[in-house]
């Protein structure tokens, strides 16, 4: 079946624009995941949502971002008045459960002017 | 802070050769471990998934786990100039399971 489809592909936005980036999990996968990468830097865990139980946000680096998932279906992730330090590749991955392998989607590239 | 460590490289082996990755991590409880591969650019690719001590073995590639000394490990059989990539050690953290910590990769170059 098909992967993690994540849209836009790329992003470039002014410094303090709110921006929405979105992930489609592959089908019939529990969980789902949002991580960043910076340039030249590891992955940095934001969220992850297990079917309907409450999301772990313990990654979010500050109230500017937030993000929701509808049932097992898509998820949002939002940051509002964006930052520079912002920019980084989004990606978000899906497993059958917790504790399974993650597969990722190919990013979203988000540059802030 | 929970950690996962990796060498970052460059490694570079010949072509043909075996390629050894290797990866340790500080949270005991951890019961789930992977390595992804990233080409430049692009997203990561899952590789190899291991929960109990010992070897796993898959095509080329063989994943060793000793949670004794906390350590996981790579091989790549028969290296290509198409293995290289940076390679990803991602170990859950025991506490919030879905979580995943990464270490910050070892870039493997295979030459011909």
């Known amino acids: 079946g098909a992967g993690v489809s994540q849209s836009p592909s790329n992003k470039v936005t002014e410094k303090g624009k709110d921006v929405e980036l979105r992930c489609d999990p592959i089908s019939g996968h529990t969980a789902l995941y949002w991580y960043r990468q910076r340039l030249g830097q590891g992955l940095e865990f934001l969220i992850y949502f297990q079917g309907n139980s409450a999301p772990d946000k313990s990654g979010l680096p500050s109230d500017r971002f937030s993000a929701e998932r509808t049932g097992e279906s898509v998820s949002t992730l939002t940051i509002q008045r964006t930052q520079q330090e912002d920019s980084a590749v989004y990606l978000c991955a899906s497993s059958q459960g917790i504790g399974q392998p993650q597969h990722f989607g190919d990013g979203t590239r988000l540059s802030i002017l | 802070q929970k950690e996962v460590e990796q060498n970052s490289g460059p490694l570079s082996v010949p072509e043909g050769a075996i390629a050894s990755l290797n990866c340790t991590y500080s949270d005991r409880v951890s019961q789930s471990f992977f390595w992804y591969r990233q080409y430049s650019g692009k997203s990561p690719e899952l590789i190899m998934s291991?929960?109990?001590?010992g070897d796993k073995e898959d095509g080329r590639f063989t994943a060793q786990l000793n949670k004794a000394s906390q350590y996981v490990s790579l091989l790549i059989r028969d290296s290509q100039p198409s293995d290289s990539a940076t390679y990803l050690c991602?170990?859950?953290?025991?506490?919030?399971?879905?979580?995943?910590?990464f270490g910050q990769g070892t870039e493997l170059s295979v030459k011909p």
């Open positions: 291991i929960y109990s001590n």
């Open positions: 991602a170990v859950n953290d025991g506490n919030q399971g879905g979580k995943l910590i």
